[in-house]
């Protein structure tokens, strides 16, 4: 006998479309992340000694705590905050500190900086906890940010800005939208996608706690449309929320740029050198949001993060979950990448990462990718022509900028034009070389420019500060001389008054006779000294007319 048949179980209506704009420009590189994106993070292993530079992040470097020999716990700050735009640095493992000098660091310069080297003691042990938890929602929002700030908390999307100064818009800004950057448009990085698929609930967590510190009305989730899982995953992480969407946006390259995201997402545009908060919205990293999330529920400080480690030259892509700090050799071994035939190693993606020399550089805050590209499978470079003027470059461009007339200006070292067609409105984000027929290396002729600038702002600084000392110095020169002639007449008119002109005339009588005294004093002692002196010549060196040898030296 059959029972009552089952409801028809519909599936749920999909949420409303919401508006979107279109960004000008962009460009649909190969994304080859499915090499990587198809596997489960795993915990990278625990290195035996962590490099920790102490300047990751934009702004000053941290300020050293700890000193060579200092046992340290896993967890404790061993660098502070420099100031307001820093961020501490803390132990991502317990051990001894070995060492604090310069070594090599990620950076597009190849330069050196300070760093604070941990020997792991394996013991892998926390330091004393506190977590806030829900407490966190009692708290005023400039407290909430001092614990984030605390937390050595930077954007973890490539660019290392303070989070805590992103979440202070200032008393005289409201805040209408939080947006999470889950776009992750660069090609080859997945570290984003499988944190999304992996902790969504962390990630709504710390969001739930931006927003607080923000006071923001809405909070807009921005995912790419190539990642459905993720999209998936967030939805139902932010079910029963208010004021919660996720956005899933066109996969075009570079959506995940935080200007042309906020474009995409609400039709307003960021101010030229101007910056969001501007406008009413901050945009935040999925990752960031998740470590705002373990700092407050967890008291853990930002000491690992998801990093993407793939390329043509590794065997096993995937995402790794990393100790900051951890050499980058030891994350090509565990994802068994072929050293020997490593032709190319990119911090970050093909469009906007820049090469490493060395794969015994740290992994830092901002490394979301490693790309390691294999010499054998590399393309051979193409020959670059002269520009061709087709205009290509320019489409291409989602900034509206001239790619093709800043290139000539750099290239003839004209960079006041350069600055003249916005330089520094460009994001490098390389659409123009990457479109460019003449396969002109674009981006780097702006970089060159814009270095070349900043170089000649310094100097001028420096010319401003040391004419600004001189002129100060010729002032204190002046005033000393004025105060000191002031002192002297001041001495004079000080006087007795009843000495009258005799009595002066008479004082300076006495004062010329004692002058006098001295002189003749010192006359007879010279004479008396040069007599003892002058020897009695023999008569034999007398010459037959009376004159001696030494008559016509001068002396
Ligand atoms: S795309 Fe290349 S060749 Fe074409 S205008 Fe731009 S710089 Fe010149
Ligand atoms: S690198 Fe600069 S000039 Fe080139 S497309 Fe991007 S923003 Fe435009």
């Known amino acids: 006998m059959s029972g009552p048949a089952d409801p028809i179980r519909l599936p749920p209506e999909p949420p409303p479309k919401p508006r979107l704009w279109r960004f000008s420009g962009g460009v649909s590189p190969p994304y080859n992340k499915t090499m990587s994106s198809v596997h489960e993070t795993t915990v990278a292993r625990l290195p035996a000694r962590l490099i920790l530079p102490l300047h990751q992040h934009i702004g000053e470097a941290a300020d050293p705590l700890v000193k060579v020999g200092d046992q340290v716990l896993k967890g404790q700050q061993i660098a ?149 899982e993720a999209i998936e995953a967030m939805r139902r992480a932010i079910e029963g929320l208010e004021n919660f969407a996720v956005v899933p946006v066109p996969t075009l390259y570079p959506q995940g740029d935080a200007k042309r995201l906020i474009k995409t997402l609400t039709g307003k545009e960021v101010p030229s050198n101007g910056l969001s908060m501007q406008i009413g919205v901050v945009v935040v990293n999925v990752g960031t949001a998740a470590a705002i999330y373990r700092a407050i529920y967890h008291d853990e400080p930002l000491i690992s993060r998801y990093t993407t480690i793939t390329g043509t030259a590794v065997a096993a892509p995937r995402n790794l979950e990393v100790l900051i700090g951890t050499p980058i050799r030891e994350l090509l071994e565990q994802c068994a990448a072929d050293s020997s035939d490593l032709g190319e190693l990119i911090m970050g993606g093909p469009m906007m990462g820049f090469a490493l020399q060395s794969i015994d550089l740290p992994v830092i805050k901002t490394t979301n990718c490693l790309l390691a590209l294999a010499r054998s499978k590399q393309p051979p470079a193409p020959t670059v022509m002269p520009c061709i003027r087709c205009g290509a470059c320019m489409d291409a461009c989602p900034v509206n900028l001239m790619p093709q007339q800043m290139y000539w200006h750099a290239k003839a070292k004209d960079f006041e034009k350069t600055q003249e067609y916005n330089l520094f409105d460009c994001i490098e984000c390389g659409c123009c070389s990457y479109v460019c027929p003449s396969h002109l290396p674009l981006v780097q002729y702006y970089r060159y420019a814009k270095g070349e600038i900043w170089t000649a702002e310094r100097e001028r600084e420096k010319a401003d500060l040391a004419r600004t000392r001189h002129e100060s110095r010729q002032a204190r020169l002046e005033r000393e001389k004025a105060e000191k002639e002031a002192r002297r007449k001041a001495k004079q008119a000080a006087m007795p008054q009843d000495m009258g002109q005799q009595g002066r005339e008479a004082k300076q009588a006495e004062i010329q006779a004692a002058m006098d005294r001295a002189r003749q004093r010192r006359d007879e002692a010279i004479a008396r000294v040069q007599h003892q002196r002058e020897p009695t010549p023999p008569a034999s060196a007398a010459a037959p007319d009376g004159s001696r040898p030494d008559d016509d030296h001068q002396t």
Request: include cysteine; aromatic fraction near 4%.
């Open 80 to 228: 502070r905050a420099n100031g307001y735009v820093s961020a501490p640095v803390h132990a991502p493992t317990s051990g001894r500190i070995t060492s604090i000098a310069e070594y090599p660091i990620p950076h597009p310069s190849g330069l050196s900086a300070l760093c604070i080297v941990v020997d792991s003691d394996g013991r892998d042990q926390w330091r004393e906890r506190a977590p806030l938890g829900d407490q966190f929602a009692a708290l005023e929002p400039s407290a909430l940010r001092n614990v984030i700030r605390e937390a050595g908390i930077v954007g973890l999307g490539g660019a290392g800005f303070p989070t805590y100064i992103k979440l202070n818009p200032g008393h005289d800004k409201v805040i209408d939208t939080l947006v999470v950057n889950g776009v992750e448009c660069e090609p080859y990085i997945t570290c984003d996608d499988r944190l999304m698929r992996e902790r969504p609930s962390d990630i709504i967590q710390g969001l739930i706690i931006a927003r607080h510190a923000l006071q923001a009305r809405q909070c807009l989730i921005a995912i790419e449309e190539n990642k459905p």
